[in-house]
């Protein structure tokens, strides 16, 4: 490779990693908790342990499990109703207007088949949803998340052109080679350059799929903007449907009839912006490991409870639901997630090393960096560079 080509990969890689760095960091540190997400939970019973049914049991009419839950929270109406996939229970997210933001909503949690509220913490609160929260959208809405998200491509890049830059490195040494006998700075090159090429699939594919969901709010908000609205184009000139809706039992039930074999997971209300102003959005998905990530909408008048569309969900919908378990190592369960704490581990060294080498970097230019890497890494003056 050329000099001036490999001085360009260079520049492009000290500079995207020197301006995500510190970010990413705080990504790594933050999303090392939420790898273990649900575990944290149990263990601190934000998820207690829930009576499993009597046989013969039948699940509680949700029309009163609704009512149960903003009798919580008198004032409020419900926004979203949901189910557990591991646990009898049901949980409603209530607010005091139908388009009322998470941090402001309300949560009630129920035995599905005693209605039993069970003693669990608001969603919206305490150390989790803190780190959360600093993770996804440094506490500023949609302006952060997609702030983080343009720092994940930079990352991109910078993993890139590392591997671009690590071949010539390499050509004068064996694989794995760390020279602990010269200078610490050089030990920690050897380290940060072995370190991350090792990690160099995972951390792209968790920097790429990290951008991917940052996406989600403006996706969502484009599909209910222009797929949606071709389903609901009827319902423009109506006025907004009064209460008390059509029974939400009965538009669930009605759901799993329109699309069988599915399982609902989630309900939303009109107004929330899931399912337009007129429409329950019943979220139904598949039984598969790989099914389970992917949702189809079955929408609900509410005013006559009828079944009137069930649209599938664009692809890059589709992505974004496939792309956020993998980010946190969602898809194999606990030793898949062990296995995404010790790569994030090793990133953060990676991150560190690469930080503590730029501040140990000394006065040399990048053409002086550039001859180090293609003869091996080796010091080289400047005056012997051609």
């Known amino acids: 490779m050329q000099r001036s080509t490999m ?19 705080l990504l790594c540190l933050t999303g ?79 035995h599905a088949y005693t209605g ?3 003693p669990v913490p608001q969603f919206n609160e305490g150390v989790m949803y803190f780190i959360l929260r600093l993770h996804t959208d440094l506490f500023v809405g949609l302006p952060g998340t997609l702030f983080l998200g343009a720092k994940a ?52 594919v968790v920097g790429l799929t990290g951008a991917i969901n940052t996406l989600a709010s403006p996706l969502q908000a484009a599909w209910q903007k222009n797929e949606l609205a071709e389903f609901t184009a009827a319902y423009h000139a109506r006025p907004t449907p009064a ?5 939400i039992d009965k538009a669930v039930a009605d759901a799993r009839a329109a699309a069988p074999g599915m399982t609902p997971a989630y309900v939303s209300y009109p107004g929330t912006g899931y399912s337009g102003e007129h429409h329950y959005g019943v979220f139904v998905h598949g039984a598969t490991p790989l099914g389970e990530r992917l949702y189809r909408p079955v929408l609900v008048d509410v005013a006559t409870g009828a079944v ?33 704490a010790l790569l994030d581990l090793v990133t953060i060294v990676v991150l560190g090393s690469g930080l503590y080498l730029w501040l140990a970097r000394g006065r040399a230019s990048a053409d002086v960096r550039v001859a180090e ?14």
């Not at 001085?7 to 960091?25: E, G, N, P, Q, Y």
């Not at 830059?165 to 694989?175: A, D, S, T, V």
């Not at 209460?243 to 029974?247: D, Q």
């Not at 890497?373 to 051609?386: F, K, N, T």
Request: hydrophobic content about 45%.
């Open 7 to 25: 001085k360009t990969w260079f520049l492009v890689h000290k500079w995207t990693s020197l301006v995500c760095t510190l970010f990413l960091l």
């Open 32 to 110: 090392l908790p939420l790898i273990f997400y649900e575990e944290i939970n149990h263990l601190t019973g934000a998820e207690p342990e829930v009576s499993a049914p009597q046989p013969g049991a039948k699940p509680i009419n949700l029309d009163v499990l609704v009512a149960q839950a903003l009798a919580q929270y008198p004032g409020d109406v419900p926004l979203f109703l949901g189910w557990d996939d591991h646990a009898p229970t049901v949980y409603v997210n209530t607010g005091a207007q139908p388009d009322t933001p998470p941090p402001q909503m309300h949560t009630v949690v129920m």
């Open 116 to 118: 039993e509220v069970l």
């Open 153 to 204: 491509l930079l990352f991109a890049a910078a993993i890139v052109s590392g591997f671009v830059i690590y071949g010539p490195f390499m050509r004068k040494l064996e694989f794995g080679t760390v020279r602990t006998g010269r200078s610490s700075r050089l030990k920690w090159l050897d380290l940060h350059n072995l370190l991350g090429v090792v990690t160099l699939g995972w951390a792209l």
């Open 243 to 247: 209460r008390p809706f059509a029974s």
């Open 308 to 340: 009137t569309a069930t649209p599938e969900l664009p692809w890059h919908l589709k992505a974004l639901l496939l792309s956020q378990p993998l980010h946190f190592g969602d898809y194999g369960g606990l030793p898949l997630k062990i296995i995404w």
């Open 373 to 386: 890497i293609q003869s091996g890494g080796l010091p080289i003056a400047a005056r012997d560079i051609p």
